[in-house]
């Protein structure tokens, strides 16, 4: 026996949320299904615990329970993710998948609200203008996007009034104190201001100012006000990795899946796992889907529309597991953020605990189209970001100089004398597609349902190294020039290959022979089938990914409204709130 | 390090001698020191036990087979069980135990050092609902206010004296929202 819906959702998450609330505003009745729980705020009433969140990694599956391997090459055998799952019992929630649940990935984030630049959409043209089409590495699979940033930016727009971003814009031409000179055109400011800046960014401001750059306040989906009936931020320190306890992140948990939810058309199941997508016997069109609800019992469901919105990874999975990759696609063009993080001790204190991750500043002169030409070859650049809270001590010991003896007095002094001081910066490097880099399903490793994990083919190439490295070398001016007493860089070639910003292996694309889906996330082989979120990008420079998928989220919402001529698809009734 | 271990809580996985072991062990890795104390006096070791006991549980057979590979690492250059070896002794130990896990990280003992180090930073660290931590001894050592509401805008200014600022733990926030008194 099987219910009927008018659509199914797998994955109440950034995306999902966001597609549950449109399409329950609209009428349409919806199962939402998540392999996590239906969080409430009971849940994260007090959250405010290093050894839970960072350390045990309470609100990610882990791999113990979603296992996903990886190999540098073909020809190696892929092993579950070595730098997360070690024997130090660590399950940190950045460097696997995100955080599962209502909410999904967004209640773990950093919650950089970034839009890509214009530049970004048309990165193949723009490297081959400025450096000819020889110039990008061998096997590169780099395309531009199907669409635009002006296709975009009414999306960009409505995820930041309806989700909430606090941030310093640039509208009319005019830049604000603390704005961003090199931000892309945008039709209004941001909704609130940003918020209370962290101690550690003042030398960092200074810095880079002094240098001839341009810092700026960082767009953060935290309200800095009252926003929509969720206060203000009150800079616990305890945000990036963790659920916040006063509903001042945005995350869908706390927007969209409420609004769904008060529809009375959204029926969400939680702890209920997806197994395969059921289609017509010639496979050509999507019926519904199979899974274990909460009990562990099998059940199906049919709907019109099957929506996979359970991150770019599970969405390539559950497609793979249900043999829907026609034409070879499926998992392709993997592309991941290698964060080169470098930190400093500043003269002055820092206390990296007070407030989020990003109350900071970042450059944009480097950025995307704006790298300045370099030896290196590198082709496409990345904001340089000021990291200034949410560091707990143990977090601490974690980033600590790596010159340092890390026992006995060397370790409890170095803890003693430069925590306080302690001042972090990030790149996020361009990671261009490549065929040899891609998610299929592992041959020999399983869950402990019975179905293939994941696998990840994935190593640091040149230009990635060479991104940091150049990146890092504006890092070491930054950090001089703030009289950092010492500074040191992660390695170029960092051990992990996921980052929870992983993306590409469901390509949107107008041709079916060389992408998954259309522009508006509907799987080519398959009609009524759509998979949304960062799957879809064709490229990826060096901003957060989570405002883009966002936008893509209303942006297929609303195509999807229209096409079935529901009225109201100009969004009028669901922009009120 | 002059202090001793005394077991002054109930063990849930460990025994009392490997309680000493990885007490001794834990105390060389965050020392203490006159007006300063360290892993032993933060009770570390009732952390780590009581994290086998329940969330690190399949950690059990990795350090019992640790506490056997430090015994025959230490057999390897002193004679004696390592917790009662002379200070200086056992400072020995973990120096050639530490040099060993730089070198070859895929030495057993060497790995069962970095694990013990991981879960010591951890409970002297980690907030004391889940053992160890006692009398705030680490957030002390480094300025950190631990589980805070929030800060306001003035504390989070530049030249804010953060050291004024009263310490909470996780139960101090649930005293505040009803529960945990």
């Known amino acids: ?577 | 390090m002059a202090s001793k271990f005394v077991l002054d809580f109930p063990l849930t996985f460990l025994n009392p001698e490997e309680a000493a072991v990885i007490d001794a062990l834990a105390a060389h890795i965050i020392p203490s020191e006159p007006g300063s104390p360290g892993a032993r006096e933060a009770g570390v070791t009732e952390y780590i036990d009581k994290a086998l006991g329940g969330f690190l549980r399949e950690l059990q057979p990795v350090y019992r087979s640790g506490l056997i590979a430090l015994a025959d690492f230490t057999a390897g250059i002193t004679e004696g069980r390592f917790h009662e070896l002379s200070d200086g002794q056992q400072e020995e130990v973990v120096r050639q135990l530490a040099e060993l896990s730089e070198r070859d990280p895929s030495d057993f003992a060497g790995q069962f050092f970095r694990i013990v180090r991981e879960h010591t930073v951890q409970g002297f660290f980690g907030d004391p609902a889940y053992g160890g931590n006692r009398g705030l001894v680490g957030w002390e050592l480094v300025g950190f206010p631990g589980a805070q509401w929030g800060y306001t805008a003035e504390q989070m200014a530049p030249d804010f004296n953060t050291r004024t600022i009263p310490m909470l733990t996780i139960k101090d926030l649930y005293s505040r929202i009803g529960g945990a008194q």
């Open chain 1, 1 to 577: 026996m099987s219910e009927n819906f008018d659509a199914i959702i797998v994955g109440m998450g950034s995306t999902g949320g966001i597609l549950a609330e449109q399409l329950t505003k609209a009428g349409l009745k919806v199962l939402g299904l998540d392999k996590g729980q239906d969080y409430t705020e009971e849940d994260f009433a007090i959250k405010q615990d290093e050894i839970r969140y960072y350390q045990r990694g309470a609100i990610v599956a882990g791999v113990n329970v979603d296992p996903v391997t990886w190999r540098g090459s073909e020809g190696e055998t892929a092993r579950i993710l070595p730098w997360s799952a070690g024997a130090l019992g660590n399950d940190e929630p950045l460097y696997g998948l995100p955080s599962i649940g209502t909410g999904g990935g967004t209640l773990h984030w950093g919650a950089a609200a970034y839009r890509f630049r214009e530049a970004d959409f048309r990165m193949k043209s723009a490297i081959a203008e400025r450096f000819g089409t020889q110039a990008l590495p061998e096997g590169s699979t780099l395309e531009d996007w199907p669409i635009s940033y002006a296709d975009l930016e009414p999306y960009y727009d409505r995820v930041e009034y309806e989700q909430g971003i606090s941030g310093l814009g640039n509208t009319g031409g005019v830049i604000p104190p603390g704005g961003n000179p090199f931000e892309p055109p945008r039709s209004r400011d941001y909704p609130m201001p940003p918020v209370t800046q962290g101690p550690g960014d003042v030398p960092f401001v200074a810095a880079t100012k002094r240098l001839g750059l341009h810092p700026f306040r960082q767009p953060l989906a935290i309200n800095s006000q009252e926003y929509k009936g969720r206060p203000a931020c009150v800079n616990c320190g305890f945000c990036h990795g963790y659920p916040c306890h006063v509903k001042a992140k945005s995350t869908t948990q706390v927007t969209s899946v409420p609004a769904a939810k008060a529809t009375g058309n959204l029926d969400l199941r939680p702890l209920s796992r997806v197994l395969r997508i059921n289609r017509t016997a010639d496979g050509k069109r999507a019926t519904g889907v199979s899974y274990l609800d909460s009990t562990g019992t099998y059940r199906e469901a049919t709907a019109d529309k099957v929506i996979l919105t359970a991150y770019s990874l599970e969405n390539v999975r559950l497609l793979l597991l249900s043999d829907i990759n026609s034409n070879g696609q499926v998992g392709q063009h993997f592309m991941t953020h290698n964060f080169g993080w470098f930190t400093s001790i500043l003269p002055e204190p820092t206390n990296p605990f007070l407030g989020t991750f990003n109350a900071s500043s970042a450059v944009d002169d480097f950025t995307s189209e704006l790298v300045p030409d370099n030896d290196l070859g590198v082709l496409w650049g990345s904001p340089i970001i000021s990291v200034v809270g949410d560091l707990q001590p143990i977090e601490a010991y974690h980033n600590m100089d790596p010159r340092t003896r890390k026992w006995g007095l060397d370790l409890k002094h170095w803890l003693r004398d430069n925590y306080t001081h302690m001042h972090r910066m990030y790149s996020q490097t361009t990671n261009f597609p490549y065929a040899r880099h891609y998610a299929d399903l592992d041959p020999t490793v399983k869950d402990r349902w019975g179905q293939p994990a994941l696998r990840i083919t994935h190593d640091w190439d040149d230009h990635d190294a060479n991104s940091v490295i150049l990146m890092g070398r504006y890092k070491e001016k930054i950090a001089r020039e703030m009289g950092a007493k010492d500074y040191w860089m992660d390695s170029p070639r960092p051990p992990y290959h996921l980052s929870t910003h992983d993306v590409g292996v469901h390509r949107m694309g107008e041709d079916p022979a060389t992408s998954v889906t259309d522009i508006y996330g509907e799987v080519h082989e398959c009609e009524g089938l759509y998979a949304i979120g960062g799957g879809g990008f064709v490229s990826y420079g060096g901003y957060n990914p989570n405002q883009t998928i966002q936008a893509l989220a209303y942006f297929s919402a609303e195509h999807m409204l229209k096409k079935m001529g529901v009225n109201g698809a100009d969004m009028g009734l669901v922009r009120a709130s």
